[in-house]
């Protein structure tokens, strides 16, 4: 029963990751994913000595909140600072990562986190926190049940804002010029990707968000020319990653995010073997060939 | 302030190493770091830091030994293999940088994770003290460390003077480079091996997640105060230097307190005081400079607007009221009594209960402004062979702009010329 709640609450985290990750991929943002899941460290400090307790809405709010900060603060230094898209990022998301860990070392005592289990988290603790009814049923995993809802919350943000998110993603002009709010998605879905990324690195930790923000999808994006395809192969990738890192642990007796990050990085190089073979036959290149651009939309 | 005294005397031997160490590596760190930075590789340093933990792990896994040399080994084959692949997975797949860095370092150290968790759970061997490279251990430095990071440090230095003006070329153009006949492909070999090495003494200080930022940070500082690559270095390298001072004398006077990610709150301070308050790049003096700006042309603009209702009436002795003036041209009402304010007291214009007219000493402005508007005109229609109706928007913006010497030029090109294209007055 353990092995089947680790894996479904790994690939309920990796569906919602491949599918926000695919978006960041195509909008150019792989590596604010990455940021954001560093940045909001002092978030869960703050939420969690404001509120004083261990409970999941307040971190919630405090992590979400702060990624969205880091974002906006990304984005303010390249436009009215005009610095390089690289340095606004590593400047903005290693400085709010001392700072959370400067938070927890003045804290110790008061805050029960340290910065291995916000790098590496422990899923192999999943099932041990259960949600449980007042007559002492169990529900499962309480950490099944919050990724859940975060995963069935981003399925409905994309099929309800498709058009808009899509127009945003590929064609911001175009987008604007028919009047959807460039600056609107943006935040929309930074927000999503913050809230993903708090959700799962407290189960899974900051790096196998990361991996699963930016494997799944990159493997799809060689492997399809159109965006419902891609979305469909994350996801499949996504289940494929938890379900192979979770044996994959399990033969090297290691940690389980770690092997799910390795699974992930084996199923890109196995997708990009795969591109490279077929598309040697067909002798076509994908990004400059014109049509291929167009049946992306 | 026994504590300071203390400190800065130097009497504690573990003060000494700690301090040196952390020194030297945010020197070693900066400097290499503004080469990375200024080839737009800032993240790829954060990469590589990541990148180096299987290294780490593997180097220990086949030797047992945990000697900082062998450590060093197997960091630098992981941080070279994690650069070449993501070269390699940008060149050759229609996946961006962004996409490819963040794939290696996720994927590298997961790879890195499961190995130290594998080592400690078969119990091959004692692997504590490898998780420095995670977080880093600056407050335990010891002489043996010391000596490694003053080496490293030293053979950076000395490499980055030796190939100083090869490095430059490569980070600006590099396809000039490959024309001038340089082996572009070795040097930046040798530059990303001294990144790398620079990394893997980094992270021993501060840990992997905040290398970028002892990369990164400092060459961001220093480029907020000098356009020269020599002194961008020199001041990258003493802000590097600084921060592992500010880092272990916090660390010092704080026992508790982390040493790496003060360091990097001291750079990110410095970074962030750079950014709003240097005196050319600076967001303030922009700021600043983008107001005085907008004054500029907001008053010219109303001296215009004054000398133009007096024009029409032919006599620039008769005072025109704010209504007068929104009907000839679209001011913002609180724009306009702004610069009235402002003209007023530079003593251009003559203030009265009906309105307002140009001072003895306002009128010549004025005259100016129109004279450089018509004589663009002039120009433009003369010169560029533009209709009547196409010239006034331009002239409308280039009037704030021309200088004292391009105006000379015109009036020179032009001979002096009495009407512009609208058949009205020059003014001289």
């Not at chain 1, 033969?251 to 390795?262: E, F, K, N, P, R």
């Not at chain 2, 490898?130 to 600056?138: I, P, R, V």
């Not at chain 2, 980070?171 to 040798?190: E, H, M, Q, T, Y």
């Amino acid at each position: 029963m353990a092995a089947l709640y680790i894996i479904l609450t790994a690939s309920v985290i990796a569906i919602s990751c491949g599918l926000l990750g695919s978006f960041l991929i195509l909008r150019k943002m792989a590596l604010v994913g990455d940021a954001i899941s560093h940045a909001v460290l002092p978030g869960i400090v703050l939420a969690f000595l404001i509120s004083g307790s261990r409970d999941n809405i307040p971190m919630l709010i405090g992590a979400a909140v702060l990624g969205v900060i880091t974002t906006l603060i990304i984005e303010m230094l390249q436009k009215k600072a005009g610095m390089q898209e690289d340095a606004s990022i590593g400047i903005t998301f290693t400085w709010l990562f001392a700072l959370g860990v400067i938070l927890i070392t003045s804290y110790t005592g008061q805050v029960d986190l340290d910065q291995e289990c916000v790098l590496y988290g422990e899923i192999a603790y999943v099932p041990l926190d259960t949600f449980n009814l007042s007559n002492g049923l169990s529900l499962g995993p309480r950490a099944l049940w919050i990724s859940g809802s975060v995963l069935l919350l981003i399925i409905a943000f994309i099929l309800k804002g498709y058009k808009g998110l899509v127009l945003t993603t590929f064609n911001k002009d175009y987008a604007a010029s028919i009047g959807i709010s460039t600056a609107f998605w943006q935040l929309a879905f930074m927000s999503l990707v913050s809230l993903t990324t708090v959700v799962s690195f407290e189960s899974v930790g900051a790096i196998l968000v990361v991996a699963l923000l930016v494997a799944p999808p990159a493997a799809a994006y060689l492997l399809s020319q159109n965006l419902k395809k891609m979305l469909w192969l994350s996801t499949l990738f996504g289940i494929l990653t938890a379900v192979g890192g979770y044996y994959l642990a399990l033969v090297l007796d290691g940690s389980i995010a770690g092997a799910m990050a390795t699974f992930a990085g084996v199923l890109f190089a196995g997708a990009w073997g795969w591109s490279k073979l077929t598309s040697k036959h067909s002798g076509t290149i994908p990004v400059t060939d014109k049509k291929n651009i167009s049946t992306f939309f | 302030m026994e504590k300071l005294i203390e400190f800065i005397s130097f009497s504690n031997p573990n003060v000494r190493f700690v301090t040196l160490g952390t020194m030297f590596i945010g020197m070693s760190a900066a400097t290499v770091g503004c080469f990375a930075f200024l080839r737009k590789r800032a993240l790829v340093g954060d990469a590589i830091a990541h990148a180096i933990l299987p290294g780490i792990a593997l180097a220990f896994m086949l030797t047992q030994s945990k000697s900082p040399w062998v450590l060093m080994g197997g960091a630098l084959v992981a941080g070279w293999l994690a650069m070449f692949l993501i070269e390699a997975i940008t060149k050759n797949s229609k996946l961006k940088p962004d996409t490819a860095i963040g794939l290696i370092l996720s994927v590298f150290f997961g790879l890195g994770i499961l190995m130290l968790t594998s080592i400690q759970h078969s119990g091959a061997g004692n692997q504590a003290g490898l998780d420095q490279f995670l977080f880093g251990k600056a407050a335990a430095i010891t002489p043996s460390d010391l000596k490694i990071y003053i080496a490293v440090g030293l053979v950076l230095l000395a490499l980055i003077f030796l190939f100083f003006k090869e490095f430059k070329l490569l980070s600006f153009n590099p396809d000039f480079a490959s024309i001038l006949g340089l082996p572009v492909k070795r040097l930046r070999f040798v530059l990303s091996s001294i990144t790398v090495l620079a990394i893997a003494t980094g992270i021993q200080a501060v840990g992997v997640v905040l290398m970028a930022a002892l990369l990164i940070t400092p060459a961001v500082a220093a480029r907020a105060w000098t356009s020269s690559l020599k002194i961008l270095l020199i001041i990258a390298g003493l802000f590097g230097a600084f921060s592992g001072l500010v880092g272990s004398y916090i660390s010092f006077t704080a026992p508790q307190m982390p040493t790496g990610p003060w360091i990097v709150m001291s750079l990110s301070a410095i970074a962030i005081f750079s950014i709003l308050f240097s005196p050319q790049r600076g967001l303030v003096a922009k700021i600043f400079r983008q107001r005085q700006n907008r004054q500029k042309i907001l008053t010219e603009n109303i001296l215009k607007a004054l000398y133009h209702l007096g024009e029409n009436q032919k006599s620039q002795q008769n005072y025109f009221s704010k209504k007068q003036l929104l009907n000839h041209r679209k001011f913002d009402a609180a724009e306009l009594n702004k610069g009235l304010k402002i003209l007023a007291k530079k003593l251009w214009l003559i203030e009265r209960e009906t309105g307002y007219k140009l001072s003895q000493t306002g009128l010549p402005e004025a005259q100016r402004i129109v004279r450089l508007h018509r004589l663009w005109e002039m120009y433009l229609s003369e010169r560029m062979r533009l209709k009547a109706d196409h010239i006034h928007p331009n002239a409308e913006t280039i009037e704030h702009i021309i200088s004292p010497e391009i105006e000379h030029q015109l009036l020179h090109e032009l001979d002096y010329p009495e009407l512009d294209p609208h058949q009205k007055p020059i003014p001289y």
